[in-house]
């Protein structure tokens, strides 16, 4: 099976992953995780790739890609903005 995918949000969803070890969030419930997701990847190019599952990057997709940098700040910037506004109250995390 062949689906389109957006690389940009893999790499991001990596990186958020790593990012939420080390960083101190208030919260780091499913909702949050995906809210930080979605502010990153709006202000984050997409990268449409076609591939099959599990398929490892080509080279000349991942010379595209945004950098680790700016990937890494969109996620700061987008845990400040969740960490100050969540989407459930604190003490009820979702997940
Ligand atoms: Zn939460």
Redesign the pocket.
Known sequence: MFELKNITETIVQEALQDYLRHAKL????????V?ILALALNRLPPRYAVSQKGEILTEWESRALPSQTRIISELVRASET?ANS???P?DS??N
Request: aromatic share 0%; hydrophobic share 25%; net charge positive.
């Open positions: 208030p919260c780091t419930c499913a909702r949050c995780r809210d969740v969540p989407s459930h604190l995390p979702v």
